[in-house]
Structure formats: C-alpha cells, structure tokens
C-alpha cells in the first residue's frame, strides 16, 4: 500500500525533475521516491563515498596517463633541441636570409605532417611503447637463441 504525500517544489527543481524523469522514461515519482530512498538510506553516505572513490580513481588513472605524455613530448623536445643544437653549425651572416626562407618552408611541411598525423590519432606516446615493447621481444628472442 502506498500513502499519498503532496508537496510543493521550486520552479526550477520542478523542472529538472520532469527533464530528468523524461530523460530516463521513467514517472516523477518514481524518481523522488528513488531519490528520498537513497538520502534516507543508512548506507546512502557508504554509497556516495564508494562512487566518489571511484570516480576519482579513473580520474587519478587519467592525470596520470596525462602526466606520463607530457612527459615523453617534454623529453622528446629536449633531445631534439639538444641534438639540434649541438649538431648545427652557426651560419655566415650571407646565408641567413636563404636559410629563413628554406626553414619557414620547412616549417610549413612540418604543421601539414603534423596536422595528417593527429587526424589519424597517432601520437608519439603510442609509438615509444610501441618501439620500447618490439625492442624489449627483439630482446628476449635474441635471449632465447
């Protein structure tokens, strides 16, 4: 048996009640009994805290998936600028003008590269693990020979 309980609601709350019950096909009282059940609940605050822990777990996994990419592309660029700079010899002051117009050129074909390359989802990230999981086999079949 059910007891019949009338109520008033905020404009407002009223009308995220029905987008919501809408949103799930579902009737408002369904809803607001679902919602009065779980704030009554004695395991309501144990719930909560469990979908919070977990919801900050994947969160942490990211931040620290995001963590681990900036720094493969941090490292990368620095070899790359340390290898450049220790490898490129100072132009004369007569071949800068040809170098400019021949880097900004290159520079050119680098954004394009770059734009084809993250359009097909590809990223420095997945290549290193990939390099550093066929050399880690290479190594264990020469091991195994």
Do not use: C
């Amino acid at each position: 048996m059910r007891t019949k309980h009338t109520f008033r609601l905020p404009p407002d709350l009223a009308i995220q009640l029905a987008d919501y019950a809408h949103r799930k096909r579902v009737p408002q009282a369904l809803v607001v009994e679902t919602a009065l059940a779980s704030l009554l609940s004695p395991d309501g605050a144990d719930r909560l805290e469990a979908a919070l822990a977990r919801r900050l777990d994947r969160m942490t996994r990211q931040i620290q998936t995001l963590e681990r990419h900036v720094t493969i592309s941090n490292e990368a660029l620095a070899l790359f600028v340390r290898f450049w700079l220790t490898s490129t010899p100072p132009l004369p002051d007569t071949a800068q003008a040809a170098a400019q117009t021949n880097g900004r050129a290159r520079y050119d074909g680098f954004v394009e590269a770059l734009g084809r390359r993250l359009a097909r989802g590809r990223t420095l990230a997945d290549e290193v693990v990939k390099d550093v999981a066929s050399d880690a086999d290479s190594a264990t079949e020469a091991g195994a020979s």
